[in-house]
């Protein structure tokens, strides 16, 4: 398994990263890595001791599953994030010397489940501030618009907009009477000045977008594709607690 990217993160890739919030990386990471870690996903969303949610949409066998904080439980998930390529891409597109860590995310949707993705970002469920965070998602499987590609809207990260956060199971405790909802921007593809992108993905494809870009994405509407992805975080230069 390769300690290094299969292929440099380009200039082009940061300075993309940097004007759309999002780029998509092709081939990062090895065979060896995509099929470890999409057996340890698999396995790891039986622990009972897992910090993990499940949406099951009623009438449907299929379940959205995800958890968090998997590397403090499982060794796999440990030696992906210090052993894997994925901290020296962070620091790439951060034009960081250094990166922390932050936490990990693993996403899981069965094939037919309906659960969307709300439409989101990533910085308002978190006590931080300043510019230098990235969130890379990890594909562990195929990855198409019908098994709940996720969609992002370029430059949004530049709104200057903190939307309210809201999780898979929409969580009250996240719910922010505070912030304004975010839209479903399902409901308004078409509409000037919303320029969406998503990418159909391989195993070991990543696609990195910085924590205010907004995201989102529907169910899984494939009848034999699972769609399994890790997103794990990292904190650059200027991060502070807040």
Request: glycine share 8%; charged share 25%.
């Amino acid at each position: 398994m390769y300690r290094k990217p299969l292929r440099p993160v380009t200039e082009d890739d940061i300075r993309t990263y940097e004007r759309d919030g999002v780029v998509c990386l092709r081939g990062m990471f090895d065979k060896e890595w995509t099929d470890r870690m999409r057996e340890a996903s698999i396995r790891f969303m039986s622990l009972p001791a897992a910090r993990k949610r499940i949406v099951q949409k009623p009438g449907e066998t299929a379940k959205f599953f995800s958890a968090v904080f998997m590397c403090g439980l499982d060794p796999d998930f440990m030696a992906f994030r210090n052993e894997s390529p994925v901290a020296e891409i962070g620091a790439t597109l951060m034009r960081s010397p250094k990166v922390r860590f932050w936490y990990d995310q693993l996403f899981i949707k069965e094939p037919g489940t309906s659960a969307p993705t709300h439409w989101h970002h990533d910085l308002p469920f978190w006590p931080f501030r300043g510019e230098h965070l990235v969130s890379l998602w990890v594909a562990f499987t195929p990855v198409t618009k019908a098994s709940s590609g996720i969609e992002y809207i370029k430059g949004s990260h530049k709104w200057g907009k903190f939307y309210r956060p809201v999780t898979p199971d929409e969580d009250p405790a996240f719910a922010d009477p505070d912030l304004e909802p975010c839209p479903n921007f399902t409901e308004r593809q078409g509409e000037p000045g919303l320029n969406f992108v998503s990418w159909d993905l391989e195993p070991g494809d990543v696609v990195c977008h910085h924590p205010l870009t907004v995201h989102g994405a529907g169910g899984n509407k494939s009848a034999t594709q699972g769609r399994i992805g890790l997103s794990i975080r990292f904190l650059g230069d200027d991060v502070q607690w807040d």
